[in-house]
């Protein structure tokens, strides 16, 4: 495989021509050219590189694709990895900061720069290193795969200082402020919610998507199997993470208040009859239907 050096005779500078063997599609021989070199060196210095990546079969080539384009691929491939929470998350970052920034640049041509301005602006913009952190870990993600399919040589993201998550400081309840908040809270709709939330440790989603089916009176305990959507309109099978697939035991007084929120429960089946939506729920509203999270938290 060979390559040569050549002047420029219009600019005065110097290029390389080199035959980098066969397109795959067409079988004809492909030519790649760089101009530009001040000096004769630095081209036959370039050269030698390309070359040295040629034989040693580690040379890419160079992808014109807009990262906008790639980044919507990338994320096709990833749908049935991840929860349809989190992909409705991602578009947002693509349509909200990712795509107005990065977005007309073509992939190869993305550096650490454009990355570390990327992230800078996000800053610029308010947002919480919690959530400029998040958004930075999906640009690089997407870029990994883009260096594991060939299709850059190097993540440009991987060389610059990552955001971190926000340190914030957590206010835990005595016991007087527990107590005193379950007791403003009794006559409230959602007292069960915030009476597992206090007593267990579950979270949001996993009080709003737990069964009665879950629920083990006999053993006094409840099994963490199905959590609801952020946004309220869908369960995931599971727990948020492996680790969250777990039992929890129970107190004698939350299964007194899960007794007495089961005969609420029943109480409206038959009042309701047929208009009473049966998704086995033990947080839900009067009718049997999924609690929007957001009502919930207004309710704090």
């Not at 720069?113 to 610029?124: P, S, Y």
């Not at 998040?134 to 990994?144: D, G, P, T, Y």
């Not at 199997?225 to 946004?231: F, G, K, P, S, V």
Request: with cysteine; glycine share 6%.
């Amino acid at each position: 495989m060979r390559g040569s050096v050549k002047k420029d005779k219009k600019t005065g500078k110097y290029y390389f021509v080199i035959d980098i063997g066969k397109d795959p599609l067409t079988g004809k021989r492909k030519q790649k050219k760089k101009r530009g070199f001040k000096t004769k060196k630095e081209a036959e210095k370039a050269l030698a590189t390309l070359l040295n990546e040629l034989n040693e079969g580690t040379y890419i080539e160079p992808s014109k694709q807009l990262y906008i384009d790639y980044f919507n691929e990338w994320l096709i491939s990833r749908e049935h990895q991840l929860s349809i929470q989190t992909i409705k998350a991602y578009k947002s970052y693509l349509k909200t900061h990712i795509s107005p920034a990065l977005g007309h640049l073509q992939l190869n041509s993305l550096t650490s720069l454009h990355i570390q301005k990327f992230v800078a602006g996000l800053r610029d913009k308010g947002l919480s290193e919690t959530t400029v952190k998040r958004i930075f870990n999906v640009v690089n993600a997407s870029l990994n795969s883009a260096v594991k399919m060939e299709l850059l040589k190097k993540n440009p993201a991987s060389s610059i200082e990552k955001p971190k998550w926000d340190s914030k400081e957590i206010t835990i309840w005595n016991l007087q402020q527990v107590t005193a908040f379950l007791k403003i809270a009794k006559s409230s709709h959602y007292y069960t919610a915030f009476l597992l939330a206090i007593m267990t440790g579950m979270r949001q989603g996993e009080i709003l998507g737990l069964r009665w089916r879950d629920v083990d009176f006999k053993n006094e305990c409840l099994y963490i199997r199905q959590t609801l959507t952020h946004d309220g309109k869908g369960f995931k099978e599971g727990a948020k993470s492996k680790a969250g697939n777990r039992s929890i035991g129970l107190d004698a007084n939350t299964l007194s208040a899960l007794k007495q929120q089961r005969k609420i429960v029943i109480a409206n089946k038959l009042k309701y009859g047929s208009a009473y939506n049966d998704f086995d729920l033990v947080v839900c509203t009067s009718k049997g239907k999924p609690i929007n999270p957001r009502n919930l938290l207004k309710n704090i």
